[in-house]
């Protein structure tokens, strides 16, 4: 099954909503997320700050190495 979804969170909030996101992914075996932002008003730094969460998505692990 698929959702897609559209969300309009506040920056102030965009670290906890990906942090909820992250939190059930690890807590249910065969979620997997994909996402996209798009947030013109934040740094790159910004977001790369914002998805910083406990534990790290894959995909941040994997830029890290780069």
């Keep these: 099954m ?3 979804i559209q969300a309009d969170i506040p920056d ?7 942090q909820h ?11 997997h997320f994909q996402m996209m932002i798009s947030a013109p008003e ?3 730094r910004e977001v790369n700050d914002m998805f910083d969460v406990v534990p790290p998505f894959p995909f941040m692990q994997a830029m890290r190495k780069q």
């Design 2 to 4: 698929k959702f897609s």
């Design 12 to 18: 102030a909030l965009g670290k906890v909503f990906l």
């Design 21 to 31: 996101l992250r939190d059930f992914d690890v807590g249910h075996d065969g979620c």
């Design 42 to 44: 934040l740094s790159e």
